[in-house]
């Protein structure tokens, strides 16, 4: 007898449809995602042409080094999906749950280290909005951090999805909740995710802190 | 993919992320050569991670639309650069 569970969800008739269709919406929605950052980077990019002075200042009181970190934290939490995604296809539940605990505690730790970046930026009066007297001259330094504060938030709240997905996943698996087809479909789906919001930050990363220092 | 191929992509990202830094530190005048690196991670993860090399079909398509975009950016930012 087969389960419920077991069986693709209606109008499907086999998994491999299911599948498919899952990857096609998906692929769908992480094309709109990259057209929306991809515009914003290069908003950014055009941007830095034509004020280079402005965003020098701007990116001179930047926290490149807590970025640099960041940017490594979210590389590894990439590579812990892919692992975890191995461990599913040869059937290691173990490691499996060890791998999306491992990627979800770095992209947690991705947000604390966003956190403290956005609280140095406020006590230096850098954050627009948030204070009265800027410590940047020029009126495009204080434009180009308009559109950092925008990017980097927007991203943000993009990583903390990303941690609610990669917790409902840990907790789907540890409770046996998550199974066979229906799982790995959901962790395959998960994973594009994952690495889409890796992506976009790895162009965000040198956009907005290494070039024009 | 398997975890050595996963470790061996994780070893490329990690090195052009230290190619972008160490450049943004020493030689800050060549910016073109972070953004490459920037974008040489990108595709890194786009034909592996994402898995663009083992997909047919319309998810091979999308990661060619990913691709153009990109391009559409170079070249809208080199050529406003150029023509100003």
Known sequence: MIRSEQRPSEPFVAWAQQREAARLGMWLFLAGEAMMFGSLILVAGFYRLQHPDGVAEAVAGLHFGLATLNTFTLLTSSLLMTLALTASEQASERRLRHCLMGATL???????????????????????????????????????????????????VHVLIAVGLGLWLYLGFARGRLQGHQASTRLEMVTLYWHLVDGIWVLLFPTLYLVGR | MTPVNA??????????????????????????????????????????????????????????????????????????????
């Open chain 1, 106 to 156: 770095l992209a947690a730790l991705f947000l604390a280290c966003k956190g403290l970046e956005y609280s140095l930026e406020y006590r230096e009066g850098l954050l627009p909005g948030f204070a009265a007297d800027s410590p940047l001259h020029l009126p495009s330094a204080r434009l180009f951090m308009n559109l950092y504060f925008i990017a980097t938030a927007l991203h943000g």
């Open chain 2, 7 to 84: 470790l061996k992509v994780y070893a490329g990202l990690l090195l052009l992320l230290a190619v972008e830094v160490l450049v943004a530190l020493f030689w800050p005048q060549h910016d073109s050569v972070v953004m490459l690196a920037a974008a040489g991670q990108f595709l890194l993860l786009l034909v592996f991670y994402l898995g663009l090399y083992r997909h047919q079909g319309w998810v091979r398509l999308f990661g060619w639309l990913y691709l153009f975009w990109l391009l559409v950016m170079l070249v809208f930012i080199l050529g406003e650069s150029a023509t100003r």
